[in-house]
């Protein structure tokens, strides 16, 4: 989950842009926020005011998902694919009700720690795995146990039969 970018415009304007394009090579990342600066400001023109939009792009080898909303100010959000949706639009929301920017950078940057939805996630998934370990054990013990089932018919049987065969030798031999 990244966040690559914010960008904010006023008048069809690049006022502030926010970015953090390490996942991307070292020689297309100027090319990557020109063209992430360029596709914000066609979205512009097709946008009505409040309005939320989302838009998936393909581009450097990545697949971008690009958030936009429109009012007072033109704000735009680009993540990668598993940036949790609600996540990025209520990223949207506070960069338009508040003019601190770095702030809201820095507590994006990892959605888990905001998302209680995430974090639930992550614990069901953890949770899930420690049943199926759980019952891949039992399984593992039933079929043991059949096993030892099966042991304990085999010694039955064959313990019958030495019984058996032990009261015939006892017979012919009474000394008594």
């Known amino acids: 989950m990244k966040l690559y970018s914010i960008l904010i415009f006023e008048d069809q304007k ?15 990342r100027s090319q990557a926020k020109n063209t992430m600066v360029q596709i914000c400001g066609q979205m512009i023109e097709k946008m009505e005011k ?5 838009i998936t792009e393909e581009r450097f080898q990545l697949e971008l998902k690009i958030y936009g909303f429109s009012d007072l100010k033109t704000l735009f959000v680009v993540t990668d694919l598993e940036y949790p949706v609600h996540v990025a639009y209520e990223l949207l929301y506070q960069l338009a009700n508040t003019n601190q920017m770095d702030t809201i950078w820095e507590k994006y940057q990892d959605p888990s720690k905001l998302d209680h939805l995430t974090k639930i996630n992550e614990k069901l998934d953890q949770t899930k795995v420690i049943l199926i370990e759980t019952i891949d054990k039992l399984l593992e013990r039933g079929d043991r146990l059949e096993d030892l089932l099966d042991q304990t018919e085999k010694l039955k049987f064959i313990s019958g039969g030495f019984r058996k065969e032990s009261a015939k030798l006892n017979k012919c031999c009474l000394l008594f």
């Open 14 to 28: 690049l006022k502030e842009i926010k970015y953090n394009l390490s996942e991307i090579s070292y020689f297309y």
């Open 50 to 54: 409040n309005t939320l939009y989302n």
